[in-house]
T-cell receptor
Framework: DAKTTQPNSMESNEEEPVHLPCNHSTISGTDYIHWYRQLPSQGPEYVIHGLTSNVNNRMASLAIAEDRKSSTLILHRATLRDAAVYYCILRLIQGAQKLVFGQGTRLTINP | NAGVTQTPKFQVLKTGQSMTLQCAQDMNHNSMYWYRQDPGMGLRLIYYSASEGTTDKGEVPNGYNVSRLNKREFSLRLESAAPSQTSVYFC????????FGPGTRLTVL
């Protein structure tokens, strides 16, 4: 499985945008980029995913570099409820689609 | 809909005891997964089941067995618990993305 690299932690202020980076220099053409987050004492939850084009949903936006070797999860207006560990995961579309979790980025939101 | 449910929520075992963690889903998904999460770490895949009647090993299967009882239920069994198995266990199902249960916190003394 291709590996992802994320900063261990980031900090931001409430109601400001947050940009969470992820490097995946060994990504293959069939790998989708997935983001999950894990709120304290809960199981992970899906945030967003994409292949080549930038993606938006009600939770976040995903910006994917043209060479696909990096991506950025964007929370447009962070709230205290967005404090969580964010995982960037590469996932093949075929097969059992196992998720390989790294250590993720722990996001702290200051009021 | 309850989504993915796990029982029990908490469990304390002594070394050598056995137990089964239960997982059930009402989303009619074919694929189900068991992960463990040690403190400060990401999740690691123990076993998965791509469909009813099939199971496969993940990254850390040693010391565990699984049963895909039917489409809804996927159980994880520890035959002889060890302190190294102290962890939080998450069950998940998948359609396009994975949906996780709330977890079982297991302590082995």
């Amino acid at each position: 499985d291709a590996k992802t690299t994320q900063p261990n932690s980031m900090e931001s202020n409430e109601e400001e945008p947050v940009h969470l980076p992820c490097n995946h220099s060994t990504i293959s053409g069939t790998d989708y980029i997935h983001w999950y987050r894990q709120l304290p004492s809960q199981g992970p939850e899906y945030v967003i995913h994409g292949l080549t084009s930038n993606v938006n949903n009600r939770m976040a936006s995903l910006a994917i570099a043209e060479d696909r070797k990096s991506s950025t999860l964007i929370l447009h207006r962070a709230t205290l409820r967005d404090a969580a560990v964010y995982y960037c995961i590469l996932r093949l579309i075929q097969g059992a689609q196992k998720l390989v979790f790294g250590q993720g980025t722990r996001l702290t939101i200051n009021p | 809909n309850a989504g993915v449910t796990q029982t029990p929520k908490f469990q304390v075992l002594k070394t050598g005891q056995s137990m089964t963690l239960q997982c059930a889903q009402d989303m009619n998904h074919n694929s189900m997964y068991w992960y463990r999460q040690d403190p400060g770490m990401g999740l690691r895949l123990i076993y998965y089941s791509a469909s009813e009647g099939t199971t496969d090993k993940g990254e850390v299967p040693n010391g565990y067995n699984v049963s895909r009882l039917n489409k809804r239920e996927f159980s994880l069994r520890l035959e002889s618990a060890a302190p190294s198995q102290t962890s939080v266990y998450f069950c998940a199902t998948r359609r396009d993305t994975q949906y996780f249960g709330p977890g079982t916190r297991l302590t082995v003394l």
